[in-house]
């Protein structure tokens, strides 16, 4: 782990970031089975405790990286906070390939041991459980119906990721930018906000010089207004719905996916 981040066992000691000496709390612990049957509905009830018995508890300071890219990936439930799932290419552009929400299941890849394609940095002060990606393959091997409900994180996924893939080929920086301000609404404008206009360029797979011309056209059509060096304020929501509709993944289902 690096930047402030520190993996441990439930139940270990931990000073965290800020310096202020904790530990994980019985209510974190209790938490996370909820948040496995939501993200596993299918899979055995010994399966889900299985996992809550081995979790890693790890408490990660805002910027806080969770795990880089390049490193073999690791299984991770968002228990509290909001993180992001970042990539740099090879020409050194930083893209966000998503954002993951408290009960998002991220790196089901991990059961083949594979490498990270990102890294995972924290976006706020964020605890998240962790496990080896042999022991959710394990337990798959034992329980088919975890192993369906496996398949259908990795189907939703694809779904996300071709999306995506579809808006940088075939949609202008101008449709991108409000489609990605529609999408993480609550993040953008929230107070204090998660997301800041700095993200926008990587959410948007564009230059900031590009993201910057389409929000100053938005703030002259009276969508949005920005507030000091990276802040956003929402001006009229019904424009910004209006001119995303038609953009969200048909088949991605939001009752479970807590990652965008």
Avoid: C
């Amino acid at each position: 782990m690096h930047r402030g981040a520190r993996s441990i066992r439930a139940g270990d000691f931990v000073a965290p970031t800020n310096g202020r000496p904790s530990s994980p709390t019985p209510l974190e612990l209790a938490r996370l089975l909820p948040l496995l049957e939501r993200a596993l509905p299918h899979s055995r009830d010994d399966s889900r405790r299985t996992l809550v018995n081995r979790a890693r508890i790890a408490r990660i300071g805002r910027q806080g990286l969770i795990f880089k890219q390049g490193d073999r990936m690791p299984l991770v439930l968002i228990v509290d906070g909001h993180a992001a799932f970042q990539r740099t290419t090879v020409e050194g552009r930083l893209l966000i390939v998503g954002v993951a929400n408290p009960g998002a299941l991220i790196g089901l890849t991990s059961m083949s041991g594979v490498k990270g394609m990102g890294e995972m940095v924290a976006l706020t002060d964020a605890v998240v459980a962790m496990w080896d990606g042999a022991e959710l393959r394990d337990l798959v091997a034992a329980d088919a119906d975890l192993g369906l409900d496996v398949i259908d994180g990795l189907a939703l996924f694809l779904v996300l990721m071709t999306e995506k893939l579809d808006g940088y080929l075939h949609q202008d920086a101008r449709r991108r930018v409000i489609r990605v301000l529609a999408r993480h609404r609550a993040l953008f404008f929230a107070d204090p906000p998660i997301l800041s206009r700095a993200h926008l360029p990587g959410l948007v797979g564009t230059s900031r010089e590009m993201t910057g011309r389409v929000l100053r056209d938005l703030e002259r059509e009276g969508a949005v207004a920005r507030v000091g060096r990276t802040g956003l304020r929402l001006l009229d929501a019904d424009r910004l719905s209006e001119t995303s509709e038609g953009d969200e993944p048909i088949a991605l289902d939001r009752r479970r996916s807590q990652y965008t």
